[in-house]
């Protein structure tokens, strides 16, 4: 049954990447439950125009968990209260009238504020361009029966491939580790045929990219599995540590 | 070179140094219940472990692991907190799966080097170093009588129980989690190597603990003699 809820946010407000930021806080009345978080920080926002005020700003886009472009560290966890779910799959039904809600943006040295609750992501991307891929010949799609994989490696590297760089694991991390992200990263293709080819480069690669771009050291405390969107599994690092230590046996 | 520049080479130095330092502590917590049932077997094993050149080599190799493992513990730590940067969470939470102990592995950590430092300055100071130099005027070969006085002394046993606390912590993360880093784990040992951890720990620790309390029982509850060698000199 639809409610209507009021309630108090503390939201994290920052200029630019240098500026001292603080929090501010903000009452919304009325609030649907049967709305999301992201269609609740809209309403702040509409208000906020109205009133003359500078919006919020936080990143989204599909709206549906599928993206990854939506962040927000909520009550102390990424994605919010509620498990393997992306913030803009949070329904504010999840909450109480007359409750106060802080909201942070990922915090970590290698996701430095744009402004207030967007942060810089572009790392990521820096990491998958150093290898996260296979080089393939162009050309017709091959016969899907042609390299035979079994099932549970499909269902596996599957798993892994359903990591959407949003990032929540490293702003869970007090080590300010990627080391979930490029684990799926690279567990998704060294599960296969078609990945093996180029496993051992691309652990090297990966691994060297996200050391240089000043992600820590990743001390297995587990708190990104717990709070990713997607559930992205602990073994994924396991995996990942075997890739680069083989790689590195290798060389 | 990997070991020393990339994160997951540090960390592989981390867990190897981690294991051979759980190796060894399961070797001295199995040489100290002699020391329950027989006195002079303790004194025997302490005279293999003395001033002879293969035992010199042995604590030498022991030192430096622990000295790696410390050194790369406050290396890891202090890049961590930099890759967090400087700007905290005003409200966090740690997830019911999370470890408390994972989080504080450099203070478990330090706890156990103070408490270290008190150990050696009571035992290997008085016998292997005094074998070597004479810095004390105990007995070098009486293992068995120094080590009995001063559990006589509850407020050691007590002392001892808490330091074996902070050893228990450390392991029940360390263990598996050197495995972890190592890559010995998957989705089917993940839970494994954390119950053969936690047993593991809690074997050593309360090995560890039955000869400081057995020992307090013995000669300090029930007054048995303590035995003592005729001094050499
Ligand atoms: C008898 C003593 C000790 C044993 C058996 C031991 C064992 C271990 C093991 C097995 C690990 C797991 C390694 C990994 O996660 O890959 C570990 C981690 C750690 N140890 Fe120790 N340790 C001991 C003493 C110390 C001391 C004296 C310190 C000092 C400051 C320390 C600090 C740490 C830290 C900070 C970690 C976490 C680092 C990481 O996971 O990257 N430990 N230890
Ligand atoms: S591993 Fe999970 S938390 Fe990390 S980027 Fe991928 S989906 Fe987000
Ligand atoms: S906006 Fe796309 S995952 Fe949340």
């Known amino acids: 049954m639809e409610k209507k809820i009021d309630l108090t946010l503390k939201v994290w407000r920052q200029r630019d990447r240098k500026a001292k930021g603080q929090f501010e806080t903000y009452n919304v009345k009325g609030i649907s439950t049967d709305s999301s978080f992201l269609e609740m920080l809209d309403v702040l926002n509409e208000q906020l125009i109205n009133e003359g005020k500078e919006p919020v700003v936080f990143d989204h886009d599909c709206r549906e968990g599928i993206c990854g472009m939506c962040s927000l560290y909520i009550n102390g966890h990424p994605h919010g209260p509620d498990s393997a779910i992306t913030t803009c799959q949070l329904h504010m039904r999840k909450f109480n009238n007359g409750d106060t809600i802080t909201i942070e943006p990922w915090r970590s040295a290698g996701f430095p504020v744009i402004r207030d609750l967007m942060v810089d992501r572009t790392a990521y991307d820096q990491i998958i361009a150093a290898g996260g891929y296979t080089s393939v010949n162009a050309g017709g799609a091959q016969d899907a029966n042609a390299i035979l994989i079994p099932k549970t490696d499909a269902d596996e590297a599957m798993d892994s491939a359903s990591c959407i760089g949003c990032g929540a694991c490293v702003a869970a991390c007090k080590n300010g580790s990627a080391m979930l992200f490029v684990s799926a990263k690279v567990s998704q293709l060294a599960l296969l045929p078609q990945g093996r080819v180029e496993a051992a480069r691309r652990a090297r690669a990966m691994v060297a990219k996200m050391d240089e771009l000043g992600f820590g050291n990743c001390t297995n405390t587990g708190a990104c599995a717990a709070e990713c969107p997607k559930s992205i599994s602990l073994s994924n690092i396991a995996r990942l540590n075997r890739e680069f230590i083989k790689a590195k046996l290798q060389d | 070179m990997w070991l020393t520049n990339s994160s997951i080479g540090r960390k592989v130095v981390m867990s190897l ?203 300090g509850v029930l007054g048995w003699d303590v035995p003592q060698m005729p001094a050499v000199h």
């Open chain 2, 17 to 219: 140094s981690g294991l051979f330092l759980v190796l060894f502590l399961t070797f001295h917590m199995c040489m100290n219940l002699a020391l329950v049932f027989s006195p002079d077997a303790y004194n025997a094993i302490c005279g293999f472990l003395g001033a002879n050149w293969y035992a010199l080599v042995g604590t030498a190799v022991l030192a430096a692991g622990f000295i790696v493992h410390i050194i790369y513990a406050f290396w890891l730590t202090w890049q961590n907190r930099k890759a967090r940067g400087n700007d905290r969470y005003a409200v966090t939470t740690r997830p019911k799966s999370v470890e408390w102990a994972s989080q504080n592995m450099l203070v478990l950590g330090i706890i156990v080097i103070l408490f270290l430092v008190l150990h050696m300055a009571q035992f290997w100071f008085k016998m292997q170093l005094n074998e070597i130099v004479p810095v004390s005027d105990a007995n070098p070969h009486d293992g068995s009588y120094l080590v009995i006085e001063t559990f006589k002394n509850p407020v050691m046993v007590v002392i001892y129980i808490l330091w074996f606390a902070a050893l228990w912590f450390h392991l029940t993360h360390g263990f598996w989690s050197a495995l972890h880093t190592i890559g010995f784990n998957n989705n089917i040992w993940f839970n494994r190597w954390k119950v053969i951890g936690n047993v593991f720990a809690t074997i050593i620790c309360l090995g560890f603990a039955f000869v400081a309390v057995a020992l307090y029982i013995q000669y």
